[in-house]
């Protein structure tokens, strides 16, 4: 049996900087709430109903509200105050928002996919109004 050679670092390309305009472009076309709407939003109860909280049981905040408060931060700032985390979070933001638009249920008003993508900053009704 022949060994598989070690990769070597030439084998794997140099990560690529983020394409700031780009993601800041794709994150206000899919984030439709603004910061207070938001904010309001992560007030009710069924915005803490919906949204996985980890292994953790004792964890209070899903991973969803917890981004929705790091959105609505973003929101607020200027753009010229926004770093390389926010950039990275409004990446991951633009990702679920499309993933879960695509899987659109039956009952969008009442549904927990909803309230899960308003924690995310994107009112589905909004779009069909």
């Known amino acids: ?28 076309e899919a984030v439709n709430m603004d910061a207070a709407e938001l904010r309001e939003w992560l007030e009710t109860d069924l915005s803490y109903s919906v949204g996985w909280r980890g292994t953790d049981p004792m964890l209070h905040e899903s991973i969803g509200h917890a981004s929705g408060r790091w959105i609505a931060d973003i929101l607020e700032k200027d753009r010229s105050d926004l770093n390389e985390d926010d950039y990275g979070h409004m990446r991951r933001v633009v990702g679920y928002i499309r993933r879960h638009l695509a899987q659109e249920p039956a009952n969008i008003v009442t549904s927990r996919w909803r309230y899960s993508l308003m924690n ?10």
Do not use: N, V, Y
């Not at 995310?120 to 109004?129: E, Q, V, Y």
């Open 1 to 28: 049996m022949q060994a598989i050679p070690p990769a070597s670092p030439s084998t794997f390309p140099e990560p690529q900087p983020l394409d700031r305009e780009r993601i800041a472009s794709d994150f206000a």
């Open 120 to 129: 995310w900053g994107h009112d589905p009704l909004k779009s069909i109004r």
